[in-house]
C-alpha cells in the first residue's frame, strides 16, 4: 500500500531570517517516494535510494505495485551520469535494458541534492508540531530555474545539516514533472554494488 506523505502539510511557519545555502552529504541513501508521469508512473511509488555526488551517479530499488490483478515488481535503476547510461533491471525476471540518459522529454544532466548559490528563498517552517517537545523539525524551502537546462526546481531541507526532503521539477519545456519525497536519509552508500550494471544489459534499439 502507498503510503501518502505530504511534506507541505504544515502546522507552523517559522519567521526567521534567510538561511544560508547549503549542500546536503556528498553520498546518502534513503528511503523515498517517487512520482514521474514521464516514466508512466500512475501513482506514487516506493523505493530505495542510493545517491553519489562524487561519482556523478544514482539508484534506487523501485517498489511496482500495479494493483490487484498485476504482480507487484521490484526494479533496479541505475543511473550513471558520467557515462551518459541508464539501466533497468526487472529483479523478478532478471531482464536488464540500457538506454541513454539524455532520451527525450528526460530531465537531462545530474541533479545534485544541494541549494544553488543563487537559489531563491521561499521560507523556513515546521514539519510537525512545536507544541510537542521534539516533536518538529525546522525546514527551509528553496526555489531555481535551471534556464541551460529547461527546468524549474523546488527543494526543501532540514535547517539544520541541510538533509534533503523534497525535490520537485517542472519542464516548461515538455511541461513534464517530477516528484521525490526522502525519508530515513542516512548518510554514506551501505552497498557501492548497487551502482554496478550486469555485464549481459542490451541496450535499447528505439524509444517511442
Not at 500500500?1 to 531570517?17: D, G, H, K, N
Not at 539501466?87 to 540518459?101: A, F, K, N, Q, S
Not at 545534485?112 to 521560507?123: E, I, K, L, N, S
Request: charged share 25%.
Amino acid at each position: 500500500m502507498i503510503r501518502v506523505l505530504s511534506m507541505f502539510a504544515l502546522l507552523a511557519v517559522v519567521s526567521a531570517q534567510r538561511p544560508e545555502v547549503c549542500d546536503s552529504y556528498p553520498q546518502w541513501q534513503a528511503n523515498m517516494l517517487m512520482f514521474d508521469p514521464e516514466e508512466g508512473h500512475e501513482f506514487a511509488l516506493e523505493a530505495k535510494y542510493y545517491y553519489d555526488k562524487l561519482g556523478l551517479r544514482k539508484a534506487r530499488i523501485e517498489s511496482i505495485d500495479p494493483g490487484r490483478n498485476s504482480t507487484h515488481r521490484y526494479v533496479h535503476v541505475i543511473e550513471l551520469f558520467g557515462e551518459h547510461k541508464r539501466y533497468d533491471i526487472d529483479l523478478g525476471t532478471r531482464e536488464c535494458v540500457e538506454t541513454p540518459l539524455n532520451r527525450p522529454g528526460a530531465f537531462e544532466g545530474f541533479h545534485p541534492h544541494d541549494v544553488p548559490a543563487d537559489a531563491t528563498f521561499r521560507g523556513l517552517f515546521y514539519i510537525g508540531s512545536d507544541a510537542v517537545s521534539e516533536g518538529h523539525v525546522e525546514a527551509s524551502a528553496w526555489d531555481y530555474h535551471y534556464a541551460d537546462r529547461g527546468y524549474y526546481w523546488h527543494g526543501t531541507f532540514t535547517t539544520h545539516g541541510c538533509v534533503p526532503l523534497r525535490s520537485d521539477h517542472f519542464n516548461h519545456t515538455t511541461f513534464g514533472a517530477r516528484f521525490e519525497e526522502f525519508f530515513d536519509v542516512v548518510p554514506g552508500i551501505s552497498s557501492p554494488e548497487v551502482f554496478i550494471p550486469p555485464s549481459d544489459c542490451r541496450p535499447r534499439k528505439q524509444f517511442h
